[in-house]
């Protein structure tokens, strides 16, 4: 039976994503360029033997715009046969790449295929797609009369209704720095980081981590979506949601090589992980952060594992009430999650996250020995991804 593996995955190092971050000289397809020449260079494919590579952006505007993924491509020199899509499934953009490209060489429709990200949201800020427009439309507006609300409120809503106080989120937030700034001390990243040139400064630590960061100094922070009408709204919330306990506007790009585990023994390449099992859900965009709960138990249904089999779970920090909800959900070992640090230090690039976390998982499988790993993305309109793969 055919399956898919994967070969390689790198990243860039975070970038602040507002003017003067240290990716934000660089055009977001030169960006991810650079990322996918040094991919094929690192493993020593001949690129034209690629038969897709598969993108995920979130802001598809501007610099972003008329499929990024495809002059990414070209620019990182790939022949021009080589083609190239971009998707956006919001923040599981590039995790959904993964699922297609894996999916496509299950299927036989692939041999060779890259699954990719990228996101410069200091050049194509976050919102800037909508272009002051409904993006929604009448019968949503109709189906949910009282009207959608942004993510951070929804990490409001699930703080309270999972009874997370605002100490909890910030002492899980001062330990993803730490355990960030611990990896990269210890040269944990190294492996996984391609270093990137902008304006003759070669790029290749994270920019976003704190490593200073305490729990005192994340209490000083004030809320960031406090509003009095949906207080009277959400009589629950009590305002707990500040910069520090969510991910940061982040720069970054990331690429997964993706084949047969014919192939990769054809080329006389290694493989490093297998795609054990794929799931994808969704859920209520009102709350629009839960769907990684009903996503993962779809995956562990499939799959025949136990959240206990799991080595390391991925769970995205786009808030600290996101991973902390889940783990409380599935009674899961707090050691075994984002055992890195995740997006709160790291940082979450939104159409880059799903590849970056499917990049750190895997290292870190490598790198402890663990068999299983699973990634879990929330994604804005109530959607959600998991992804079990096996260490090879």
């Not at 240290?22 to 991810?32: C, Y």
């Amino acid at each position: 039976m055919t399956s898919a593996v994967i070969v390689d995955a790198v990243r860039t190092a975070s970038g602040k994503g507002k003017p003067g971050g240290q990716l934000s000289g660089l055009h977001p397809a030169e960006l991810l360029s650079q990322v996918l020449r040094q991919l094929v260079e690192r493993t020593g494919i001949d690129p034209g033997l690629i038969d897709d590579v598969i993108g995920g952006c979130v802001s598809q505007a501007g610099e972003q715009a008329i499929n990024i993924t495809r002059s990414a491509v070209l620019g990182a020199g790939f022949p021009e046969h080589v083609p190239a899509t971009t998707i956006d499934r919001q923040c599981g953009s590039s995790q959904q790449a993964a699922h297609f490209a894996a999916q496509g060489v299950l299927s036989g429709a692939y041999d060779v295929v890259i699954a990719c990200g990228v996101e410069l949201m200091s050049r194509v800020p976050m919102g800037f797609a909508a272009q002051g427009k409904n993006p929604f439309g009448p019968a949503v507006g109709a189906r949910y009369p009282e009207g959608l609300v942004n993510q951070g409120v929804s990490a409001e809503l699930i703080a309270a209704r999972w009874k997370l106080d605002r100490a909890t989120l910030d002492e899980y937030s001062a330990r993803s720095h730490a355990r960030a700034a611990a990896t990269a001390a210890a040269g944990g990243f190294d492996r996984e980081i391609v270093p990137v040139v902008s304006a003759n400064t070669k790029i290749s630590t994270d920019e976003t981590v704190r490593p200073q960061t305490t729990v005192e100094g994340l209490a000083g922070l004030d809320p960031s979506f406090a509003d009095e009408r949906l207080s009277q709204r959400f009589p629950e919330i009590d305002w707990k949601i500040t910069p520090g306990n969510s991910s940061p506007l982040t720069d970054g790009a990331s690429a997964v090589l993706i084949m047969s585990e014919e192939k990769a023994n054809a080329l006389g390449l290694q493989p490093r992980a297998r795609f054990h099992t794929f799931a994808v859900t969704g859920s209520d965009p009102l709350l629009m952060l839960t769907g990684v709960v009903p996503a993962t138990r779809k995956a562990l249904d499939r799959s025949g594992l136990t959240i206990e089999d799991i080595d390391a779970y991925e769970v995205n920090e786009a808030f600290a009430p996101v991973p902390l909800m889940w783990q409380q959900e599935f009674g899961a070992d707090p050691e075994r999650l984002n055992p890195r640090g995740g997006a709160i230090a790291l940082g979450h690039a939104l159409g880059a996250s799903g590849t970056r976390l499917l990049t750190t998982l895997v290292n870190h499988l490598q790198a402890t020995g663990g068999r299983y790993g699973l990634q879990t993305m929330c994604e804005g309109g109530g959607m959600a991804n998991a992804t079990i793969v096996e260490r090879l």
